[in-house]
């Protein structure tokens, strides 16, 4: 069920301080929550991928990593608002058991099982299904539902802990286009595999001398020209290992190196566009203090897989790291000590005017003295100086340890992408229509 709040929290920097309308206005407003829906269990809101294919914005979002159940949702257009969930059977165990990845990776067109093709489905996590061996699972928007292949030794242990409840969590991603390569992480087991498509079998991603524990807990694969850029987080090491990988149904990852950074670097990834100059994607790396942003072609030219060590932060070629960007804190959202800034990630067009902004969660931030409620912060990023906040959001109706920002996507909505966050510690998400630099002509309706 879904309660339309006509209450916009939003602490504009420029002017100090926060503001909040509270009506039953029942038209489209700029906050949107989502409630969990009854099928899905605790944690609603702990993980959340968007999809977009043909013109519509799909989002799905996750209870608690580990566990069943996810719920599905179309974020709908200016003229067609979001409704009720889609599905909120996404992820059951009904079928033959399903845990729950701590991402998930969409993938809008792909080929299924028996050569049939599949639209619009998530690789959400690990299970199996009835005749499919135990794999990664993928789920699509019609139900229909099946594994794909991982090493035999992944296998039995997914196999096991679906018989012990014991489950292993993977991490998934996927790259832009329409029929994308998918990266798993298997960070008890210090593995990464790389799908060139669903259907084309993996290759393992292998980091020779310098893999090590809790690698492949968090994995990002993005388009950079005509070949993709892989990294594979380490945060128990700090570092991330990163491969270039050429198309082709077996292509042979060439391991690019490692790059080592300050405490918790590469507990969360996200890629995209953002800078007009700069014209691959930025890849973002949090670490516990603040969000790095590398050039993802600089990225691919490093000539590191031989090294016994990571590279420091300091050793990269000139240029690699772009920028970086700090929590802030306004009158009504305050706590950067404990902010917990960079548990999310996402990059997407908010403003609609071309190039990128990058939205950072902040679950641990108090907002209007409401502890740990949390915060997003938006960085619109004009060039790498601009590292200013630029909007910094929270929900009017926040509870104590709520945790907003646990979770973060961008959402194609018309012609621009929209913010949606988790809440897990209420079991809600939000949705963010109207950022403060929306230019007014997009906003017509919803943000005025
Ligand atoms: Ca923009
Ligand atoms: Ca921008």
Same mark, same amino acid.
């Given at each position: 069920?879904i309660?339309?709040?006509?209450a ?14 509270f ?5 489209d ?5 989502? *409630?969990?829906?009854?099928g ?6 702990? #993980? ?6 043909d *013109?519509? %914005?799909l989002?799905l !979002?996750?209870?608690t ?9 179309? !974020? ?7 409704? @009720?969930?889609?599905s909120?059977?996404f992820?059951?165990?009904?079928t ?9 990776a969409?993938i809008?067109l792909g ?7 599949v ?7 690990l299970g199996?299904k009835?005749d ?7 789920e699509?928007?019609d139900?229909?539902? &099946? ?6 030794m ?13 489950p292993?969590?993977v991490a ?6 329409e029929?994308?390569?998918l990266?798993a992480?298997?960070?008890t &087991? ?7 498509k669903?259907? #084309?079998g993996?290759?393992e ?6 893999k090590?524990? +809790? ?21 128990e ?7 270039? !990988?050429?198309?082709? *149904?077996?292509?042979v990852?060439?391991?690019l190196g490692?790059?080592?950074? /300050? *405490?918790? $670097? ?13 014209a ?17 072609a600089e ?7 031989a ?5 420091s932060l300091?050793?990269?070629?000139? %240029?690699?790291?772009?920028?970086s ?6 009158g009504a959202v305050?706590g950067?000590?404990?902010?917990? $800034? +960079? ?10 005017? +071309?190039?990128g902004?990058l939205? !950072? ?12 409620a949390?915060?997003?912060?938006? $960085?619109?990023?004009e ?6 906040i630029?909007?910094?959001? &929270? ?6 340890? @709520?945790?907003?920002g646990t ?5 194609r ?7 949606a966050? %988790?809440i897990? %510690? ?10 403060s630099f ?9 943000? /005025?």
């Amino acid at each position: 069920m879904i309660a339309r709040w006509f209450a916009l929290a939003s602490g504009s920097l420029l002017v100090g301080c926060s503001w909040g309308r509270f009506d039953d206005v029942t038209a489209d407003a700029p906050v949107v929550i989502l *409630d969990k829906p009854s099928g899905v269990g605790a944690g609603f809101g702990s #993980a959340m991928t968007a999809l977009s294919h043909d *013109d519509r %914005g799909l989002l799905l !979002v996750h209870g608690t990593p580990g566990h069943s159940k996810a719920a599905l949702f179309d !974020v709908g257009t200016g003229s067609s608002p979001l409704e @009720d969930a889609l599905s909120d059977n996404f992820c059951t165990s009904e079928t033959g058991g399903c845990f729950l990845g701590s991402s998930s990776a969409a993938i809008p067109l792909g080929v299924g099982p028996s050569g049939k093709e599949v639209l619009n489905c998530y690789a959400l996590g690990l299970g199996e299904k009835l005749d499919n061996q135990a794999g990664i699972l993928i789920e699509c928007e019609d139900k229909t539902v &099946f594994t794909i292949d991982v090493t035999p030794m992944l296998r039995s242990e997914i196999q096991e802990g679906l018989q012990n409840a014991l489950p292993e969590i993977v991490a998934l991603s996927s790259d832009e286009r329409e029929e994308p390569a998918l990266v798993a992480g298997f960070d008890t &087991f210090a593995t990464a595999l790389y799908y060139p498509k669903i259907d #084309a079998g993996f290759v393992e991603l292998d980091a020779p001398q310098t893999k090590g524990p +809790g690698f492949g807990r968090t994995v990002n694969v993005t388009r950079v020209a005509d070949r993709n850029l892989v990294a594979v987080g380490a945060p128990e090491q700090n570092s991330i290992h990163l491969f270039s !990988v050429e198309d082709g *149904d077996a292509p042979v990852p060439a391991y690019l190196g490692c790059v080592r950074g /300050d *405490d918790g $670097f590469a507990r969360t990834l996200a890629s995209g566009p953002i800078f007009e100059d700069v014209a691959v994607p930025v890849l973002a790396v949090a670490d516990l203090e603040q969000v790095l942003l590398f050039d993802t072609a600089e990225l691919l030219e490093l000539d590191a897989g031989a090294e016994s060590e990571c590279l420091s932060l300091a050793s990269l070629p000139r %240029g690699a790291e772009l920028t970086s960007v700090k929590c802030g804190e306004t009158g009504a959202v305050q706590g950067c000590g404990s902010s917990d $800034f +960079g548990a999310s990630l996402a990059i997407g067009d908010v403003d609609g005017d +071309g190039d990128g902004e990058l939205v !950072v969660g902040a679950p641990g931030m108090s907002a209007r003295d409401v502890s740990k409620a949390g915060a997003v912060a938006y $960085f619109d990023l004009e060039d790498p100086a601009d590292t200013q906040i630029t909007d910094l959001k &929270f929900i009017a109706s926040a509870e104590s340890g @709520d945790r907003l920002g646990t979770s973060l996507a961008m959402a194609r909505s018309d012609s621009r992408h929209v913010v949606a966050t %988790g809440i897990p %510690g209420s079991g809600r998400s939000a949705i963010f229509y109207c950022p403060s630099f929306l230019p007014a002509r997009l906003g017509a309706g919803r943000c /005025d």
